[in-house]
């Protein structure tokens, strides 16, 4: 992850009073954030995980879930 995309991906997101990062850009139907990551669409909460641990790729098996339940946060705090 460079520093200018998580600076792009930063001002797609604005703070909440519940702590949640809500995610201001493109949202698929259920209410996820998109992001476009190297010029494929990605989920936005998983590219703000991915931003948080430095770039590295979701282990095959594995899912980034949302412990406030909130879909289109996006706060690398509230993911797991």
Known sequence: ????LAKRFELKATKEESGCLKWTG???TNGYG???LCGV???AHVASWRIANKGIAVPIGFVVMHSCDNPSCVNHEHLR
Do not use: Y
């Not at 992850?1 to 200018?4: A, F, H, N, P």
């Open 1 to 4: 992850m460079t520093e200018s």
């Open 26 to 28: 493109a949202l698929n």
């Open 34 to 36: 998109r992001f476009k």
């Open 41 to 43: 669409g990605i989920d």
